[in-house]
């Protein structure tokens, strides 16, 4: 007489064995497994950005990002905003190019520029090798990347190709992919933004660019 461990393997074997043979089906490991990115890149980046509570403006030349920064100091009421990048702040405005220097209990907004960004996701990467460093891109509240539409990548694979032929001898020490404001919902199941990094992420992409 089977005891009950017996007959419980039993019963486990025979539905391994059913598993086996019922319900399978051919599965194409070929195709992408990315959905279709079907508007242009720079409004595919926009629209995805924008539904994960980032904010995206797209500036026709040089001279429309300084006016939309001005305009963002302006309506926003920023105090301290921190540019150490000297490529940015040849375009940037006076409020802008006199800030207060990188004092984390001081700025409020921080402006960088980015390596690529990702359409498909809405996402920016960033890294140290820019002069901007480590800080700028965390303890801001705000953050503010100006970018060129020349820096639009369709997926994050394209994006990681294109730095690895940016840096064929040395990667930077840092690299990381910002999506979004920083979020979390660890407690309470509670969403709270700014929780990890800046609470807002706002990007313009020069479209001359």
Not at 5 to 16: G, N, P, Q, T, V
Not at 58 to 86: F, G, M, R, T
Request: glycine letters at 4%; aromatic letters at 4%; hydrophobic letters at 35%.
């Amino acid at each position: 007489m089977s005891s009950s461990r017996e007959k419980i393997l039993e019963k486990i074997k025979s539905a391994l064995a059913d598993k086996k043979t019922a319900g399978e089906v051919d599965r194409d490991f070929s195709g992408s497994i990315y959905h279709e990115v079907e508007l242009p890149l720079h409004d595919a980046f926009k629209k995805q950005l924008e539904s994960i509570k980032g904010e995206a403006h797209l500036c026709e030349n040089e001279n429309a990002v300084k006016e939309k920064i001005e305009e963002l100091i302006d309506s926003n009421k920023w105090q301290h905003v921190a540019c150490v990048d000297p490529q940015l702040q040849a375009v940037l405005p006076e409020a802008v190019t006199n800030n207060p220097g990188i004092d984390n209990d001081i700025v409020d907004t921080s402006i960088t520029r980015c390596e690529y960004l990702v359409a498909h996701t809405g996402s920016a990467i960033v890294s140290s090798n820019t002069p901007s460093g480590r800080r700028l891109n965390v303890f801001p509240p705000v953050h503010l990347i100006v970018a060129n539409a020349s820096q639009l990548t369709t997926y994050l694979d394209e994006a990681i190709e294109k730095i690895e032929k940016q840096y064929p001898d040395e990667k930077p020490s840092q690299i990381s992919i910002i999506t979004g404001p920083s979020r979390t919902a660890d407690i309470e199941k509670t969403l709270v933004m700014g929780a990890h990094g800046p609470k807002s992420l706002i990007v313009l992409i020069n479209l001359s660019k």
